[in-house]
């Protein structure tokens, strides 16, 4: 069964650094999202990213963060100027033309 | 604006019980509704989903929800509870200017006594 792959399973990195978290998406969907948890928290919305532009993204998607679709199967979150607030865990979506989101199994972000 | 409420941060049941996770939503119209579930070092798996129609809904391992319209609410529940459903469960709204955005609730963790 086709599955959403996210790399690496765990990332550390000194505040300040730039960190870019990789998805391979379902072959074939069209929709792309991040999303992430930070620690007894809520899964929250980051972003949402269709025909190569983002079509929709929180408050929590500030000017540090940005998406890409560099080839036809990965999906990246990029995080410039790394806080230690911005630890948690990432997780990517993608969708087909229904209205199901698959998601990967995370990655975990600690900022030291 | 869309939000969902799990009043359950942790429910203990022992295994062959039934078992009920309570959801409740704010959402102005007809909500496309979600449960998720998460195993340990694994992504948020579908277990079922209401967009429209019945309202009681059948969904993989088991799982079954009803929404109910007037409650605001969309119980997940399984008559008899295995071992092997110990995960933590999520329930979610879609909205955004594309309903692709997923609200989450703060999930509940199901622990599955032998």
Redesign the interface.
Known sequence: EP??TQTPSHQVTQMGQEVILRCVPISNHL?F?W?RQILG?????LV?F?NNEI??K?EIFDDRFSVERPDGSNFTLKIRSTKLEDSAMY?C?S?DRG????????TRLTVL | AQSVTQPDIHITVSEGASLELRCNYSYGATP?L?W?VQSP??????LL?Y?SGDTLVQGIKGFEAEFKRSQSSFNLRKPSVHWSDAAEY?C?V?G????????????TQLTVWP
């Open positions: 599955e959403v929709y999202y999303y928290q809520k899964v929250e919305f949402s269709y079509s929709e929180s997780f979506a969708r209205d199901t989101q698959y998601f990967g199994p995370g | 496309y979600f998720y070092g694994q992504g948020l798996q579908l989903k967009f999520f979610a879609a955004g200017s594309t309903l692709g955005r997923l609200y989450f609730g703060r999930g």
